[in-house]
């Protein structure tokens, strides 16, 4: 199971678009409401979350996804489900995705630390001890994926289903979307 977390304030496009993306490999893909089902993205789309953080296991978990946006990403931070899930991923060696501004929660975690990764722009100080990739927009470092923000969500939902499925699945699903 792959596991979207959303919270108040998440970036729409970065969360959805990957979850499309990733049931359109067939993978199962669970989004997950912070303080309840009903969560309002940062620019006021509410979305009906598939289960609130109370009621969510770790069982069967296969990678975890962290949509960014303002206040989403400090929200997700703030969540203690989050912090459990993302432990339960880094001791089983499990991708850890995260776009935007959210890769600053792994920074403040340092799990980044030694690792390439990106963020959107203004948020690399945040990545302690991250080798930042000036110019890239989506970075894979082990079993760390991060990207810059909404312009690249997709990219970054094809490199997921690289990791989890295969790059000629997802360059499959690519061509059918016409990207």
């Known amino acids: 199971?792959?596991?979207?977390?959303?919270?108040?304030?998440?970036?729409?496009?970065?969360?959805?678009?990957?979850?499309?993306?990733?049931?359109?490999?067939?993978?199962?893909?669970?989004?997950?409401?912070?303080?309840?089902?009903?969560?309002?993205?940062?620019?006021?789309?509410?979305?009906?979350?598939?289960?609130?953080?109370?009621?969510i296991t770790d069982a069967g978990l296969e990678a975890v996804v962290l949509p960014g946006g303002i206040p989403g990403a400090f929200n997700l931070e703030n969540s203690p489900v989050v912090q459990h899930f993302l432990d339960v991923a880094v001791t089983q060696g499990l991708p850890i995705c995260a776009i935007c501004a959210a890769p600053l929660i792994l920074g403040h975690r340092g799990l980044l630390s030694g690792r390439k990764a990106v963020c959107y722009p203004g948020y690399e100080q945040e990545l302690e001890g991250a080798r930042i990739v000036s110019?890239?927009?989506?970075?894979?470092?082990?079993?760390?994926?991060?990207?810059?923000?909404?312009?690249?969500?997709?990219?970054?939902?094809?490199?997921?289903?690289?990791?989890?499925?295969?790059?000629?699945?997802?360059q499959s699903i690519r061509k059918s979307m016409q990207c």
Request: charged content about 25%; hydrophobic content about 50%.
């Open 135 to 170: 110019d890239g927009v989506v970075v894979e470092d082990g079993q760390y994926i991060t990207a810059k923000g909404a312009g690249v969500a997709l990219d970054f939902a094809f490199r997921i289903v690289e990791k989890l499925v295969s790059a000629e699945r997802a």
């Open 1 to 55: 199971m792959v596991v979207v977390f959303l919270a108040d304030g998440f970036e729409e496009i970065e969360a959805l678009s990957v979850v499309d993306i990733l049931r359109r490999a067939e993978l199962s893909v669970v989004t997950v409401g912070i303080g309840g089902k009903t969560i309002r993205g940062s620019h006021g789309i509410i979305v009906a979350a598939d289960i609130e953080d109370i009621n």
